[in-house]
């Protein structure tokens, strides 16, 4: 067995996700999960799929492991990353607490920073543009879900400088939202319809604007349909020149193992419950726009497979060890 | 009893629709309904919910009636709207047979134009715009439930000069796909997924543009969505100048029974099963972007229950009899 | 206008339907409408399709009105009730506080009852069976969801004497289990999976058995299907004797107006929104077995638009006036 | 690498499920795949979640393989296995056309039988029955994917002797019902209702009547569920004696692998895309019943894992590899 791993928060969806993956993985050796209110139960027990036989632990500060997943709401995750970086254990957030390098943008949109001594040292965990980084890193801020759909269809257009400004247009199954009840996520609020929500004002928009660079504008519009796992980013596109983008996503992802570019649009079926992102371009001739789709599973490569894939870095190990 | 009509077609979604809601109309008098395959059974044993007990019968040119609603597909509606008309029968066309008011456009996306000389005597039938003309018209082209979406959602800002752009981002159940059996229909393929489809290339643009008016490139994609009924327009609009659109809506929809300006997002929920379209308005501050919501219920509001409000118009009725 | 009416606890999915027919009704006049945590709010923000735009008002006890919808859970109910009833205002309530005629099951089932005193004046509210008594009643029990079907499906056996003993197996959509938020009415739980629930001890089993009547044993199991409205129950029935049953449920149902015997497996489509009941019956030859189906929108014939039918016929009025 | 396979029929749900199973399985080679009307596609193009980047050929009955899977309609199934056979390939068949050994049944349900000859030589595939005899066998028949979860649910009870008559009411997901576009399958068909169907004479009866033996008569009715995988079985049976029958249960499955008795009732997420059947047991007290739930993914259990399951038991290899 290699390094010790704990996931903190894994009553949650990505928690559980991470958990089930750790725990069948074949190096990694899941040691302990946690939960608050759910601790005390087995894992098993609040989510059958995962199959992970652990019993949910309330954290009190002093585990003591190798590497560590946390699942925790954003504000919450800052401190607690500290406190696992003072005491030497290397940690993948999944929040947004450290995914933003500049402080007053963090600010802006999410409040005061509970760790900002940290930021620095974070390195933003999404392997296909930070792979290098990712590997010497000891603090890795795991890409939110929309972004890593978002970045990940847009950062061949914005390398080659044609990326102005553009809308993205999201759509997202439900686990995206978490598994707190509230009326907007029983089932009779959400099936049957699509509900447009935080327009003009979501936290993950700053993020795909770093990740972008430059002075990239994002108008960025997530909507909740009736699916449970899955997300789908529709991006429009006008190009600063005239271009041929498939030339250019070609080069950007014919090594990568989990981008797939295909030539209809893709579908969720085909990502689900997998680290793959699939992606496909169109051109739409009249209006000279170029759209680009992009769809990965929000709980895999939304969320937690890319956390194993970036465990996997940090450590040395094969990247899709486990997948 | 008022005058009589015959519902064409009226084995598929929007035809069975339509005739339910003249059936129970308290004017007019549903006096036939057809159907090709389906020939010989009752609409109640094909469509129950419809609880119209009339034998669908087989269309053969003579139907002695007022009025027709004609719900054939594109290029089949031509010919017979064609030959109702020249029996003096008032016809509201369901198909984009007469929506294109320039014959060019219409070759551009249908090809050949089975009745070219009716053209000029259609009118749209998007009471909210051309509410008089349909008053007299003698033929109506229903617009095609994207359209009617989009183009009230649209509308004020085009008025006022403010649109030059805009990129439509749709989401519709699949009964707007129609009923007949596909592997893209078939549960399993809609289920758990959102499948953008004939991405620019989709044939409702042109109607959207024609009713904008000037110079108005549109970007529309169409994405299918695991629903049934109901539809939702996301627009982005990038504005000419400076504009807060909320006066121009409530001016332009303020004495409009059917158009709804409201403030959150619209859902599909409110306005099932109705002749409504519900419409918000929001601004990206940070991209100067305006966001238009418009839903409506493809079958109704999108079909069939603008059908019968034209007719009512037509026919000098109460534009909301039987809705 | 005529009698003015109260819906207590509008806020909730039954209460909110009641108050969308009461609102819309021709004869009666929908008043007051009340919420606990809703209070303050206009029924038709927290329910759009409802479209009623009257303030929900927090129930201190004092309402004039001539009647009253009561939709309160049970237990709370009863004292509620007990006070309008002092007051002279005509009841029908849509807990199970008093559809039981015995006290003694009531407590085995749902523990202390606060109005004893008023059991003896309540009148089961299921019109196709107690359509007289309930003519003349100050108090209804409107039945519930589940026993409105089965025991509409299960009646004219009953009537018989061919049932002995029955396997009533019910899918039913979420809106069955109201509007509060739990993990368990979450998108993500409910989505993809059928869930039965409450097995060998669900509270509408004694309602059953006392509609049916003499010493019938019931076993009902409740399951939850991925859908919002509409109810299904599959009654496996082994007779006591060998019976055609098809004219017992034509004549049992011939002259009412809300039951429909159909020929194949009735869907929900057909009575989503709707006050009617469907029902089809089938032989298994194999084992002798007579299989039932009967579906009902759990919200309308199954809560709601019985309400509305009893409060029809308790003043005197059509018994589908405003259905 | 180890044996060669082939599976037929690989363009339906179950053909593809199979082959990608054998794609990524660490012994077997998968090695041809065929189809009719997509012949010349490649797999992954029809079922892009298979994965499998092998080309669809047209079947014409030279196949130089070890074994095949034969996915393909009832009927059609036989003669090609009689073919395959006579070539001294070992076959896992997944159609009906070898289930029932007795062929006087198979002609009653099904018709005139193509192969009759083989059917003595055939193994019913149920592992946990005739595990035995699975790994002696050239030809297995793979059980249906409703008899799977029933024979499971009740196997203990009927070797006990317990088990005289049962009511099965199962709910199966869309997929159950094939690949082929009907009406019934259509996304608004399924959408929003439960569909009982082929009541009372449902092809999986007399195959699950044989494999619990004895004289057991079955009322068996299967729902169509608005969901694409998965399958509960909800079983009544009233018990020949009275019994405690959890420990029957324990020692029943105590060592099989895929076989799961759980406490609460069974969910499909937890079985999906795998090859558990879980299980449950209750009391009903009242009237002495005990009701057993058993659920499966309809496609893996039910079908394409349990084929690998079995090809593992064929060829001596550990009969979970590659599930």
Tied chains: 1, 2, 3, 4.
């Excluded at 993956?21 to 190096?27: N, V």
């Excluded at 900002?116 to 879900?145: K, M, Q, T």
């Amino acid at each position: 067995m290699g390094e010790t791993v704990a996931v903190l928060g894994a009553a949650g969806y990505a928690g559980a996700v991470a958990a089930a993956l750790l725990h069948r993985h074949p190096h990694f050796e899941l040691a302990h999960v946690t939960a608050r209110s759910d601790a005390g139960a087995r894992l098993d027990a609040v989510h059958p799929r995962s199959r992970v036989p652990l019993v949910l632990e309330h954290y009190d500060g002093g585990l003591d492991v190798d590497a560590a997943v946390v699942a925790y709401p954003h504000g919450a995750a800052a401190p607690v990353v500290a406190e696992l970086r003072e005491r030497g254990v290397r940690v993948v957030d999944l929040s947004a607490d450290f995914r933003l390098r500049d402080l007053a943008t963090y600010e802006d949109w999410y409040g005061e920073h509970a760790a900002p001594g940290l930021i620095g040292s974070a390195v933003y965990g999404l392997p296909e543009l930070h792979r290098r980084a990712i590997a010497r890193a000891d603090l890795v801020a795991n890409p939110g879900c929309y972004p890593t759909a978002a970045i990940l269809a847009l950062a061949p257009l914005a390398r080659a400088g044609l990326l102005a400004d553009v809308v993205i247009d999201a759509k997202s199954g439900v686990s995206g939202a978490g598994r707190e009840p509230t009326h907007g996520k029983h089932f009779v609020s959400v099936d049957e319809t699509v509900m447009p929500y935080k327009v003009g004002r979501h936290r993950h928009t700053p993020e795909i604007e770093q990740e972008l660079g430059g002075n990239v504008r994002v108008t960025f519009t997530p909507h909740l349909v009736p699916l449970s796992y899955g997300e789908l980013v529709s991006c429009y596109v006008t190009p600063a020149r005239e271009v041929d983008p498939a030339e250019l996503y070609r080069e950007a992802y014919a090594d990568e193992p989990w981008v797939e570019v295909v030539e209809g649009p893709p579908g969720m079926h085909e990502v689900r419950e997998t680290n793959f992102c699939r992606i496909s371009l169109h051109g739409d001739e009249r209006t000279g726009r170029i759209i680009v789709f992009a769809t990965i599973d929000n709980l895999w490569k939304g969320t937690s497979s890319q956390a194993v894939q970036n465990l996997n870095l940090m450590f040395g190990r094969d990247e899709g060890e486990g997948l």
